[in-house]
């Protein structure tokens, strides 16, 4: 089983900053894809951030220009820096891992439990 462990989430004021990290950790053979994803309450989960094993990123509308998404493959863990915070933000963060485990050629995807963002005005 392949496990992400995320951290970083908290409450902050709006226009400020959060750094979410999420840690990839289990039998991986190769990680092909990276995401953040957050549910409001009362709402659908959205997608809020890919990267791919290449580095290339893409953004939902709302966040461009605002978040950034980064990588260090060697420790399997990646960043999503947040800055100039909405209130509209306020979610649960989760990361999403799609990976190939050492056990199968076929890619899968996992989960992290999820972390609290919540930006007051």
């Known amino acids: 089983q392949v496990q992400l462990v995320e951290s970083g989430g908290g409450l902050v004021q709006a226009g400020g900053s959060l750094r979410l990290s999420c840690a990839a950790s289990?039998?991986?053979?190769?990680?092909?894809?990276m995401g953040w994803y957050r549910q409001a309450p009362g709402k659908q989960r959205e997608l809020v951030a890919v990267?791919?094993?290449?580095?290339?990123?893409n953004y939902a509308d709302s966040v461009k220009g605002r978040f950034t998404f980064s990588r260090d493959n060697a420790k399997n863990t990646v960043s999503l820096q947040m800055n100039s915070l909405k209130p509209e933000d306020t979610a649960v963060y989760y990361c999403?891992?799609?990976?190939?485990?050492?056990?199968?050629?076929?890619?899968?995807?996992?989960w992290g439990q999820g972390t609290q963002v919540t930006v007051s005005s």
């Open positions: 990267i791919t094993s290449g580095g290339s990123t």
């Open positions: 289990g039998n991986i053979f190769r990680i092909n894809a």
């Open positions: 999403q891992s799609k990976v190939v485990v050492t056990t199968t050629v076929f890619e899968r995807t996992y």
